[in-house]
């Protein structure tokens, strides 16, 4: 399976995996480990708000900065599983607990294993947003909870568009400008509990710069849609709100990150009547704004 921009190589193999033809440089294995006692002994942790009803945990060996090659982790789901890995390694083991399934396996894996993982060894910085590409390029939606994110990224995949991420963007800087990279090929505009959600088969395939964020802002029914851009701390603060993954060491590398992207990307605001039924005008209104501003 490809994620991430990576071919993710699941040992015993998933049964639902999708094949994939060709070689690829850039491969992570998620291996089962059958030591149970493995990298117990770390102290340091941090715990994550509780995600889809289990608790899931971080832990290390050291105060730090940053990672170093060699640095054991382990990541902890709630009855599901232990995740372990070395800093500068591609290989990740795994121990089952009580509630493991090989779905759960898949769900954990990609939908947060891989970020915390990439975020860790500093491979990639991640948003919090949907994104897909209009006319091959990439744009992201940003929303507070609740906000019409994943609604609004859901009735552009069902208009053909390729679908980017529908909740984690993967973000890297190249010569200059900020990349979004493709997450994983699947979809979930509901709320069910660790499920992926359906397979999306326009999937984005490769890297490409980002070309605009749009947030999101509610507004009464009968409002007007309109798009504004904003400027200077006014986009810092949507992309402060939006940050995903914030571990408190990677402080500095994230406020550095963050004010890259301020710098580099437009950022506009739509105003969004709370109505389904108004949701073709919206989508209409940032497909012509986005012809304007190409």
């Given at each position: 399976m490809i994620a991430y921009n990576h071919y993710i190589k699941f040992i015993p193999e998933l049964k639902n995996d999708k094949k994939t033809k060709g070689t690829f440089s850039n491969t992570i294995t998620i291996e089962e480990s059958?030591?149970?006692?493995?990298?117990?002994?770390?102290?340091?942790?941090?715990?994550?708000?509780?995600?889809?009803?289990?608790?899931?945990?971080?832990?290390?060996?050291?105060?730090?900065?940053?990672?170093?090659?060699?640095?054991?982790?382990?990541?902890?789901?709630?009855?599901?599983?232990?995740?372990?890995?070395?800093?500068?390694?591609t290989t990740i083991y795994y121990t089952k607990q009580k509630d493991f399934t090989n779905?759960?396996?898949?769900?954990?894996?990609?939908?947060?294993?891989?970020?915390?993982?990439?975020?860790?060894?500093?491979?990639?910085?991640?948003?919090?947003?949907?994104?897909?590409?209009?006319?091959g390029d990439p744009i992201l939606f940003v929303a507070e909870s609740y906000g019409g994110k994943s609604t609004m990224t859901d009735f552009f995949i069902k208009k053909n568009h390729s679908m980017i991420s529908d909740d984690k963007v993967a973000i890297f800087k190249q010569d200059g400008v900020d990349y979004a990279v493709p997450s994983h090929p699947h979809h979930r505009p509901y709320r069910k509990a660790e499920d992926l959600g359906y397979f999306v088969k326009n999937m984005a395939i490769c890297p490409k710069p980002i070309y605009a964020i749009y947030t999101l802002e509610g507004a009464d029914v009968d409002a007007d849609i309109t798009i504004k851009e904003l400027h200077g701390v006014e986009k810092f603060r949507v992309l402060r709100l939006s940050s995903q993954i914030n571990l408190g060491f990677l402080k500095r590398q994230r406020f550095a990150m963050l004010a890259d992207i301020a710098r580099i990307v437009p950022i506009y605001q739509v105003k969004v009547p709370w109505n389904l039924d108004r949701l073709q005008e919206v989508y209409g209104a940032i497909c012509k704004h986005f012809k304007e501003i190409k």
């Open positions: 059958y030591e149970k006692n493995v990298e117990n002994n770390l102290k340091f942790h941090w715990t994550f708000f509780n995600n889809q009803g289990r608790n899931i945990d971080l832990y290390t060996d050291r105060e730090l900065s940053r990672s170093v090659k060699g640095q054991p982790w382990k990541f902890n789901i709630e009855n599901v599983m232990t995740f372990f890995w070395k800093s500068g390694s779905e759960l396996l898949e769900y954990w894996s990609l939908h947060t294993l891989l970020p915390i993982y990439f975020t860790v060894e500093e491979v990639f910085y991640f948003l919090h947003a949907g994104a897909v590409e209009v006319e």
